[in-house]
């Protein structure tokens, strides 16, 4: 008797504090219905069963899921378009196809400053002859019993040129090797490689270098060409050994 007695007040008591915690019918348009377990429940008039204040969890939780999804879709275009580079990559490199992406992107950074350092050579082998006068005198292998010297010679073009040149060598007693000539719009850039035998052990390296620049300076700077010179704006280039 005592066990009823018990369960019925703790079926008022779950009944009552649910009717406290049910706004009124007024302010929302939910009713009260009763269900088999004799607690109630709300029922909106559209058919929805929750209090908004759940509806709210819910959208929140949707915003939430939406946004993950999204956030999930970019991530996965972003490893393609990565996977995709890293193909090409490998396409470029030879040998690659077993190598993972930091020994692959290794060996591209090699490959590319590789490639600098040509483009560089290049560039100074054929640089655009300047507006103005130059003349540059490099020494290579000075110790040794033959030596190089590297002279550049920038100035008007003219037909005697190449001959005064030759001619200016032969007094110096030095012979050319190597002879690169860029031609553009009238100016001309000539690169020799000349070289020396020092049988006797006499030369001096600096004293050689200094004679050669100032003869080049002085066929640099002479002014044989009258008239104003015509510039063809078109450049060509030959290597000759001599």
Excluded: W
């Excluded at 040998?95 to 490959?111: H, P, R, T």
Aim: net charge neutral.
């Amino acid at each position: 008797m005592f066990s009823c007695f018990y369960k019925e007040e703790s079926m008022k008591q779950v009944e009552s504090f649910g009717m406290m915690m049910m706004p009124p019918d007024d302010d929302d348009g939910f009713t009260t219905t009763s269900t088999t377990s004799g607690l109630p429940s709300l029922v909106h008039p559209h058919g929805s069963s929750l209090h908004p204040c759940f509806e709210e969890v819910y959208e929140e939780e949707d915003g939430t899921a939406s946004a993950l999804r999204i956030h999930s879709q970019a991530e996965k275009r972003r490893r393609e378009r990565i996977n995709a580079r890293l193909s090409t990559l490998r396409r470029m490199i030879p040998d690659s196809n077993k190598m993972d992406k930091a020994s692959l992107l290794g060996k591209v950074i090699e490959q590319v400053k590789d490639l600098k350092r040509k483009a560089m050579d290049i560039a100074k082998l054929q640089t655009i002859p300047s507006e103005t006068n130059e003349v540059i005198v490099e020494s290579k292998g000075d110790d040794k019993p033959i030596m190089y010297i590297k002279a550049s010679i920038c100035c008007d073009d003219r037909p005697d040129l190449l001959a005064d040149l030759m001619q200016a060598f032969q007094g110096l007693r030095v012979r050319a090797v190597k002879a690169d000539m860029i031609s553009l719009g009238g100016r001309v850039r000539n690169v020799f490689v000349l070289c020396k035998k020092d049988s006797q052990g006499n030369v001096c390296m600096n004293s050689l270098k200094d004679s050669i620049k100032e003869v080049l300076a002085r066929i640099a700077s002479s002014d044989v060409v009258s008239g104003k010179r015509q510039r063809l704006m078109q450049s060509q280039y030959t290597n000759i050994s001599f």
